[in-house]
Every structure is written in structure tokens, then in C-alpha cells.
């Protein structure tokens, strides 16, 4: 039986994708159908390119094709599953994944509006593939006969009649009773995700699966996701190690692993997954970065685990999503407390925070409060990602959408868009953007984007970190200055400009419909908006930065002396740099005496570091244009790396 498992990525015409990850989802289910399967021979091919799975479909004819169904591909999985009926007659396809819907009728619809699709599977894939393939094989590929079977955790519509078929819910996750997720081999050291190398994709790992918390906006906050289950730690070493000998071999330029565990780092079993980092890190230097989203409580042992490796190459990543106890728990969320935060920067580990906009009962003073105050506890970068209503979540229910007045519009997701087939066939994905609450009305979301917008300028970019480092000698709180300068933000005449740009861009990309006004220029409607208007800010709108530090510096509440004040700005000057300039040149400039104390340093240097240096000059060559430079710079550099480097002696 040939077999197609798919996580199809958006791949633009140059042969970029969208999505930088291994598909690791894929590679567990071919490994597990390959052990379990006993009724013949298994031909599994992964496909992550759309290019190079239509390439198999010139010299292939499949038997079953399977789908990994998420919000930034399902219109992609729906075109292709369209192709494979058109090409094959007994091609079953089936789709899974995440973005499936919660409720029972949008189940059916789904399939009703999909006749492309005949099987939509609920849960965990691997026992649930399985039992399809042995289904279809024992109906004699009949794919009539195999939908109407009523396999478990599987739904099926039959056109002809009009019947919606439900299979039996039954758990099928792998590591509840007697099963162990160490029963499925890793795809990672049998080879099954060699073929993924090729792109310097970032390797996907997983060392646990579940959560045991019930966040309403997220597709782990069903019941069905609250049992943890646990991979052997060694188990984790090993493929890491695999993967570093993997990037030696083929000279690779890899630097980062990326953990999918909802909580990474917390749980006791976590101590063999960090000891088997640290040992690759120690063997082969990988990797330099490890990418995560650490856990909501014990926080002491994620510190503990996180100071085992290499120093910088973790950053605490703890989605706060809001500070507000009354949205906290209407979404049945519980967060770390924001003093660990404190005790993290002590020990020099950099911290990450999300903050989402668009909860229930949040209004746009608590969002904003709730980021200042997190500010104070000296969180070093935020995400202020739009809260979402994501199919296969408690939120996507009815009921609680009237209960909370949430409305939303669609967004075209960025990057997430692509021409494909011989006929050109434009495809774009959406998502569902809420935008407003019963808290929270349309012109309280756009000051809230506002908000988000300048502490990306000042605080993402790392802009302030001297001044707050400056602010806590003298027992100040960081908040004070950076809720200045919003204050300022709003009243500047030289910054408007900005503002009027950006929210034009933010109210454009949403629309009533899934459909593209006509005329509309597809790249600046889904150019990240945030990141636009930082480069914005930074190249084109220098002076009103400045005077908008300089307005929040003269505020009584951060006491501090006209001489102090000039002495920051001037820094902040020289930390400013042209993408179309060579500036490798060091500015050096003595402290004056009430900063040199407290900095215990004579001076401050100002430069370009290797890292940026490398990437501007990267810049130059892929992008002729200054403009094009300056727009794909936040990419390239990252916002962190977005000033020049200031280091004091």
C-alpha cells in the first residue's frame, strides 16, 4: 500500500517555505504505522514541499493520502486533496491535525462543503492511521465501504444519501494505560526525516505531550489533551545528538532545536532531556539555541534546568497572555508569578513573555497595565499576539463567543499564501481575528495596537535597557518611562505620521469576507504591520523617537536631571544605524560621574557587532533596494539586534 503522509507548507516560487520546521508529526506516525502495520508492505513517503509532492504524484499513484490539517495550511490540504480526486478515483483521503472543529455540526459541515475529504480524524493520529489503513485494506479499497466502517475518532459524510457517520469515541492516545509513547521509534534516528535536512529547516522535538491546564484559546484546552505523557529522556538526547552529527556530515548551517511541549522544562523528567542538550552542546557545539514555551509553575526547577546549558542558548519563554484576574479566569488560565521573572534576570537569563490581545474581559487599560506591570519584573521581550478563535478550541463554541460579545474579522495569514498547479492557482489562508469584546470595542483594540507597536520601538529592540538599568539604581520602575513615552507617543506631531500609516495597513488587512478586495497589493497586506512600522520608526523617524525619551525623561516620576537626560539621548543617537551605510566604526564616549557610579564603568562603546554586521551585509546582497532592505531588516536581525550593541567599561 503507497502511502502519502502530509504537513504541507506554503512554498513561494523562488522555493522558500513558510512554515521552518521539520514536520515531526508526520515523521511519528510513519514510524508508528511501519511497526504496527501487519497486513502487507507500507510504501510512506513525508512531504512538507507542495513541489516535490507534486513531482511524486507524476510517478506515484497513492492508495491513501493523509493530511496534518492546521490553520496555516488547511486551504492548501484542500486544494491538493481536490487534485488527488480529480487524478485518482480510489485515493482515500484523510485529514487530521489540530484545526479540526470541536463542535459535532462543524464537523459536518466541513465535510459536507468538502467532498474532496473523505475522512476527518479526531485526536492523536498514530492508533487512529492505523486502524484506516487496516480498515480500507480489509473493505478491499473500498472507500464507500471504509467510510461508512465508523472507525473510531473518524467522521465521514456520503453525498449521495446525505448521511453523516460518527465512529465510537475512544481514547487513542498513546501513553495512557498500558501503552508508552517510547513505543513509537523516533523518526529522527531511523532516518524517516533525513529528507528534511536539505532545508536548514529548524528540528522539531518532543519530550512530553499534554497539558494539564484548560486555557479556553487553546487547541490543547479540551479535556482530551490534560494526561502528560512523557518520552524517556535519553531518548531525547540521542536524537539531538543524531541531529548534530546530521548537520556535521552535510555542512549544514544549524543552530536551533525547538521543543513542542507545552510546558517545557518543569516536570522532573525534564532533568534527562536537559542533561541530553548539554552533552551535544559539549560534543558538538548544537545546539547554539533552544526554542520553547517553558511552563506555568515550578518555576525554580525550569531556572535549575535552564542554567544546565550553555549561557544564552535558552530564553524563558512563559506566555503570561494576560494580567488581568478576571480574563485569567474566564479562560481557565494560571500563570507563573511575576516575580520568578525577577529571580530569572538575577541569574542572566533572558526572559520572553506573550500578552494576547482580544481576551474576554480584558479592556485596552488592562492589557496595557498588564505589560507595564510585567515590565517591572523585567521581562526582556514581548509577543503581543492577537487572540485568535482557532477551530478545536473551548472558545470556538458558540455559546461562549455570544456569552463574550466576540466578533471577528479574517486576516490573510502572512506568508501563508502561494501559486500552485500548472493552471496557477492562487491559494491563501485566513484566520479569525477577534477585534472585538464586550470589554473591548474597535477603537480600544486600535489603541492597544498602538500600545503594542511602541513597545516593540523601545522595549523589544532593547532600546531602554541602559535607561532601566539606570531607572533600578535609583529605585524607579521601568514602566514609568515606557508609559511616558506612549503618553508622548500620542501627542507628537513628528510621530503621527507613523501611527497614521500603520493603523491604515491594520484596519486594511481585515476583511468581511475569505475573499481579497480586488486591486489589493497581497505583500503589504500580509507584511507583518508591527515590524514594518519598527523599521519605519527606526530609519525614517529618528528625531520624534528621541523627543518622545526625551518628553518621558523630563516626567517629575523619573527624577532625573536635564544633564542625565541629554547624556541617555545622545546615546540613544549614536545607537542608531543606516542598512545602506558601512558603519563598522566603534563610537567611544566617557560616562559623566553620576552614570559612571552607577554603571561602575568609565565609558560606554557603541558598535556593530559581528552578528549584525553579517546580516546587513547579507542584506545588501539579496535586496538592491534601500527600501527592501530596510523592510526585511526586523527579519534578518531580529528586533533585539535592531539598535547597535552598547557595552560598558
Not at 144 to 156: G, V
Request: proline share 4%.
Amino acid at each position: 500500500m503507497k502511502i502519502a503522509l502530509l504537513m504541507l507548507s506554503h512554498e513561494d516560487e523562488s522555493g522558500s517555505v513558510q512554515n521552518v520546521f521539520m514536520p515531526l508529526s508526520i515523521g511519528v506516525i510513519g514510524e508508528f504505522l511501519k511497526l504496527n502495520y501487519k497486513e502487507g508492505d507500507l510504501e510512506i513517503e513525508l512531504f512538507k514541499r507542495p513541489s516535490k509532492f507534486e513531482a511524486y504524484l507524476k510517478t506515484t499513484t497513492p492508495d491513501v493520502v493523509m493530511f496534518g490539517n492546521y490553520m496555516w495550511n488547511e486551504e492548501l490540504n484542500l486544494y491538493y486533496a481536490s487534485r488527488l480526486k480529480h487524478q485518482f478515483d480510489n485515493c482515500l483521503v484523510v485529514m487530521g491535525g489540530p484545526n479540526i472543529s470541536v463542535n459535532l455540526d462543524g464537523k459536518e459541515i466541513f465535510l459536507k462543503q468538502n467532498p474532496q475529504v473523505d475522512i476527518l480524524v479526531e485526536g492523536d493520529g498514530e492508533i487512529v492511521s492505523l486502524e484506516i489503513l487496516k480498515q480500507y485494506k480489509a473493505d478491499d479499497y473500498s472507500i464507500a465501504q471504509t467510510k461508512r466502517s465508523r472507525i473510531m475518532n473518524c467522521f465521514a459524510y456520503d453525498h449521495a444519501t446525505d448521511d453523516f457517520m460518527c465512529g465510537d469515541v475512544e481514547d487513542t492516545r498513546i501513553g495512557v494505560g498500558k501503552t508508552s509513547l517510547d513505543e513509537i521509534p523516533s523518526p529522527y534516528i531511523s532516518g524517516a526525516m533525513d529528507v528534511f535536512f536539505e532545508d536548514n529547516a529548524i528540528p522539531l522535538l518532543e519530550s512530553n505531550r499534554g497539558c494539564p491546564y484548560a486555557c479556553t484559546y487553546c487547541q490543547q484546552g479540551t479535556k482530551y489533551f490534560s494526561k502528560v505523557r512523557f518520552f524517556d529522556g535519553s531518548r531525547i538526547g540521542d536524537e539531538i545528538v543524531y541531529i548534530a552529527k546530521k548537520k556535521e556530515e552535510l555542512g549544514l548551517n544549524m543552530s536551533i532545536i525547538e521543543f513542542t511541549d507545552p510546558n517545557f522544562g518543569m516536570y522532573k523528567q525534564d532533568l534527562d532531556v536537559f542533561e541530553g542538550i548539554r552533552k551535544s552542546q559539549d560534543l558538538y557545539d548544537f545546539p547554539k539555541q533552544v526554542w520553547c514555551s517553558t511552563g506555568k509553575s515550578q518555576a525554580n526547577r525550569i531556572l535549575t534546568h535552564a542554567k544546565m546549558l550553555k549561557p544564552d542558548s535558552i530564553m524563558i519563554r512563559a506566555a503570561m497572555q494576560s494580567m488581568n484576574p478576571e480574563t485569567l479566569k474566564q479562560v481557565e488560565r494560571k500563570n507563573l508569578d511575576i516575580s520568578v521573572f525577577e529571580e530569572f534576570s538575577n541569574d542572566g537569563v533572558e526572559t520572553y513573555s506573550d500578552v494576547m490581545l482580544g481576551l474576554p474581559l480584558e479592556t485596552t487599560e488592562t492589557y496595557i497595565s498588564g505589560i507595564l506591570e510585567l515590565i517591572d519584573s523585567n521581562i526582556d521581550e514581548f509577543s503581543m499576539p492577537q487572540t485568535l478563535v482557532l477551530k478545536g478550541t473551548p472558545m470556538e463554541a458558540t455559546e461562549y463567543l455570544n456569552k463574550f460579545d466576540i466578533r471577528t474579522l479574517n486576516r490573510v495569514i502572512p506568508e501563508c499564501t502561494g501559486v500552485y498547479g500548472e493552471e496557477k492557482t492562487p491559494i491563501f489562508e485566513f484566520e479569525q481575528m477577534i477585534m472585538h469584546t464586550s470589554t473591548m470595542d474597535f477603537d480600544g483594540y486600535l489603541q492597544a495596537r498602538k500600545f503594542a507597536l511602541i513597545v516593540m520601538i523601545f522595549h523589544n529592540t532593547r532600546m531602554l535597557k541602559n535607561i532601566y538599568r539606570y531607572l533600578d539604581h535609583k529605585g524607579i520602575k521601568r514602566s514609568v518611562l515606557l508609559d511616558g513615552i506612549f503618553r508622548a507617543s500620542l501627542t507628537s506631531q513628528s510621530f503621527a505620521p507613523v501611527y497614521e500609516g500603520f493603523l491604515q495597513l491594520v484596519q486594511m488587512e481585515l476583511l468581511e469576507t475569505m475573499e481579497l478586495p480586488e486591486g489589493v497589493d497581497l505583500e503589504e497586506l500580509t507584511a507583518n504591520k508591527v515590524y514594518k512600522f519598527l523599521s519605519v520608526a527606526l530609519m525614517n523617524h529618528r528625531l520624534a523617537l528621541l523627543e518622545m525619551v526625551q518628553d518621558a525623561l523630563a516626567h517629575s516620576a523619573v527624577s532625573m536631571s536635564k544633564v542625565e537626560r541629554d547624556f541617555f539621548i545622545e546615546m540613544l543617537n549614536d545607537a542608531f544605524f543606516q542598512v545602506s551605510e558601512h558603519e563598522a566604526e566603534t563610537v567611544k564616549k566617557t560616562l559623566i560621574s553620576p552614570i559612571s557610579s552607577a554603571f561602575d564603568s568609565e565609558y560606554y562603546e557603541c558598535f556593530l557587532s559581528d552578528f549584525q554586521q553579517e546580516r546587513i551585509s547579507n542584506l545588501k546582497d539579496l535586496y538592491p533596494k534601500s527600501e527592501d532592505r530596510e523592510n526585511k531588516l526586523p527579519y534578518h536581525l531580529r528586533p533585539s539586534n535592531m539598535i547597535k550593541t552598547i557595552r560598558f567599561a
